[in-house]
């Protein structure tokens, strides 16, 4: 199983990014899919789930601001985060959490 992110990078507050995870090695629609976040010195921690039949979950702190999506013909999925806070800035992991597989991150750094 790999995955692959994408998307990352710099951004003012307030401004929008749309992370991609291209999945392959998997029958991708029958995963739950996830993206975490870490920033240094602390643990990997949950951002946001999207379940085989599309059910969402989101941590607290990014609901209302962040989206999370799937394209199973394209075995991909997506997080699209608007309304950027410098408290978002992290590296950001895709994961399927169902095969313990990860990514191998994408930075996302807030400015403000």
């Known amino acids: 199983v790999q995955l692959v992110e994408s998307g990352g990078g710099l951004v003012q507050a307030g401004g929008s990014l749309r992370l991609s995870c291209a999945a392959s090695g998997l029958q991708f629609s029958a995963y739950t899919m996830a993206w975490f976040r870490q920033t240094p010195g602390k643990e990997r921690a949950f951002v946001a789930s999207i379940s085989r039949g599309g059910t969402t979950t989101y941590t607290d702190s990014v609901k209302g601001r962040f989206t999370i999506s799937r394209d199973n013909p394209r075995n991909t999925h997506f997080l699209q985060m608007n309304i950027l806070k410098p408290e978002d800035t992290a590296m950001y992991y895709c994961?399927?959490?169902?095969?313990?597989?990860w990514g191998q991150g994408t930075q996302v750094s807030v400015s403000s």
């Open positions: 994961s399927v959490p169902g095969l313990n597989t």
